[in-house]
Antibody
Framework: QVQLQESGPGLVKPSETLSLTCTVS????????WSWIRQPPGKGLEWIGY???????NYNPSLKSRVTISVDTSKNQFSLKLSSVTAADTAVYYC????????????????WGQGTLVTVSS | VIWMTQSPSLLSASTGDRVTISCRMS??????LAWYQQKPGKAPELLIY???TLQSGVPSRFSGSGSGTDFTLTISCLQSEDFATYYC?????????FGQGTKVEIK
């Protein structure tokens, strides 16, 4: 079955850019939507944005000015860049696939990657 | 943005109990609601989608109900492996939003 694995630096300095990659295995990245979701330590879940395999994107307005999500279908990967980070961006970052039945734009998240903790600190 | 109010935030229960978690929307979302279970140090896992459809492999003691603005997750007979945090999530519109979470702990 499809598995997702996040990778990237675990420590980022304030004002710099956080960069993460999600590698999809066991299936193709094509024909699906893929999201990034984060969870600050001890807190709830926040959707960051999605990318369709074709490259179209949709971002959370709360982060839109700082977020870029891209896809590399040849590597079965998609990536997240979050610029100008602060301590408030410290979180576990998850990647996830969208699934639906019926309307393509009505989709939930399954499966999720195991998550990777990114700490913003000097 | 659709805001979600999940309650209670903490639920103390014993094995064998029937527990109910509520999720209320700031506006109607039809049945476009999912429930996830998250255990410490792990990623959330899908339990239910379309408000009441059980994900394959999820035990039948889990059930979901509701439509519009009010939804419920019920665990009919709590097992030891069910002690975890549960989140609701709407997929009616973007941005996707989650409830604040309900931690189910051992009484």
């Amino acid at each position: 079955q499809v598995q997702l694995q996040e990778s990237g630096p675990g420590l980022v300095k304030p004002s710099e850019t956080l960069s993460l990659t999600c590698t999809v295995s066991g299936g193709s990245i094509s024909s699906y939507y893929w999201s990034w979701i984060r969870q600050p330590p001890g807190k709830g879940l926040e959707w960051i944005g999605y990318i369709y395999y074709s490259g179209s994107t949709n971002y959370n307005p709360s982060l839109k000015s700082r977020v870029t999500i891209s896809v590399d279908t040849s590597k079965n990967q998609f990536s997240l860049k979050l610029s100008s980070v602060t301590a408030a961006d410290t979180a576990v970052y998850y990647c996830a696939r969208h699934l639906w039945s019926g309307k393509e734009d009505k989709n939930w998240f399954d499966p999720w990657g195991q998550g990777t903790l990114v700490t913003v600190s000097s | 943005v659709i805001w979600m109010t999940q309650s209670p935030s903490l639920l103390s229960a014993s094995t064998g109990d029937r527990v109910t978690i509520s999720c209320r929307m700031s506006q109607g979302i039809s049945s476009y609601l999912a429930w996830y279970q998250q255990k410490p140090g792990k990623a959330p896992e899908l339990l239910i989608y379309a408000a009441s459809t059980l994900q394959s492999g999820v035990p039948s003691r889990f059930s979901g109900s509701g439509s519009g603005t009010d939804f419920t997750l019920t665990i009919s007979c709590l097992q030891s492996e069910d002690f975890a945090t549960y989140y609701c999530q709407q997929y009616y519109s973007f941005p996707r939003t989650f409830g604040q979470g309900t931690k189910v702990e051992i009484k």
